[in-house]
């Protein structure tokens, strides 16, 4: 795996990163548009960055008709050295490390590699978080208010949820060009949620689960040999697995290997004439962080109650990052409750503070800090922040759910993540 660490700290001795628009997740896509020979003149590629177009140059990623990518939910670089087989196939194959963004959640990194753009550009700011046009904190994953959380609410209100994008998205490029493009994503989630703010609907294709994604992707390959197509198959098995036993635990580590097997036996599968003219990525949206029970911070009714007098809205939420949304003045009474409260497990910023570290190419302020909000909690490695429920069983008080690995933060894990880009041929000589 490169060697270099392509990240800098937020500040001098944190463990927590800024993330690196030079080698970004937010590039891949249009890397993936240009290994087509599609033509997208205002997207960053990683052929712009000299060490990466040396890897892809050198594993025979030019002039391609099909790329498939293996967009992998919660793979940060440390979790990749549970891989057996494939961690050597990428460290032959000189894998590279890019930056994901901030927050490092699914809601704000899917929209950037899929428009090629940072959160700041696109909008989509984060998991749960405020819209003002809509008056509501929306979950950005099921495209609902966070007061009405049944999946596709607003779209089947009949609100086009594209107003809530800053600027388009690239794929109708694809279209001009004759390139046939096929979402595989788990078919409970295919065309529904997010993928109305992708404007991939009409692109989805539901699988049952990897085995079935992957006789898809063959199954399409060979339909459209004498075409170009891009096929983007979404795995989320490795979030669930991370989320629920730990980023680090025997149970991400067996879907792991479900996954390299299958992965391994497609590009073994594919005759000479498709893998010669086929390009395989693999990467992620983010890592994950361990929870540490002894680092969890929990906000009881009183403390909710106190807090709220300085909020507008209800605090949105990306994990393990909180966006609050702050009466005019109240900043700074904000702050000094957190840093109280919080101590040495995380920091708080404003949103100027934010905006100049984490956020360098916002164009519309206003919009970006009416989203993101006025102050943002940003917590350090191992530590989460819950609110105690105020109902009690048997004299107990019920704590909302904790999961053993969460992300959101700028952990080095959260932030970094592989790249893997290849033509199948050179990989099946490997394998």
Known sequence: MQE???????????????????????????TAFKILGVKVSDRKTLFDNKDCKWVLEENDCLEADHVVNVMVDSLGTQQLELADRFFKIYE??????????????????????????PPERHGVMGHKVLFPQLGTVVDTLKMASVNAPS???????????????????????????????AELLPWNIAGTGLSHLLGTE?????????????????????????????????????DSMSHTYGPFSVEYKYAMDYLEVTLLNFIKSLNENIAKKTVLTLFSDHGQDAIELGKKIIVNEAEIVEVSKFLRFPPGRSGRVLHFYVKEDCS?????????KVGEKGVALTFDEVQSKLLPETKNSGAIRSRVGDVLLILKEGAEMKTEKEVEENGTPIIEKTFLGSHGS?????????YLASNINRLKNLI
């Open 4 to 30: 270099i660490n392509i990240v800098k700290p937020l500040y001098d001795n944190e463990d927590l990163f800024v993330p690196n628009y030079n080698q970004n997740i937010f590039m891949v896509m249009p």
């Open 92 to 117: 032959k194959l000189n894998g590279v490390v890019l930056s994901s963004i901030f927050p490092t959640i699914t809601s704000a990194a899917l929209p950037s590699i899929h428009f090629g753009l």
């Open 151 to 181: 999946y596709d609410m607003l779209y089947r209100s009949g609100i086009d949820v594209k107003i809530l994008l800053l600027e388009e998205g690239i794929y109708n490029i694809l279209d001009e060009n004759n390139v046939v493009h």
């Open 202 to 238: 009409k692109n989805s294709i539901g699988y049952s689960e990897l085995i079935d994604s992957f006789s898809l992707a063959k199954r399409l390959l060979e339909k459209y040999e004498d075409r170009k197509i891009l096929i983007n198959i979404y795995v989320g098995s490795l």
């Open 332 to 340: 700074q009474n904000l702050i000094e409750w957190l840093n109280e």
């Open 410 to 418: 700028l952990t080095f894990n959260e932030i970094t993540v592989p």
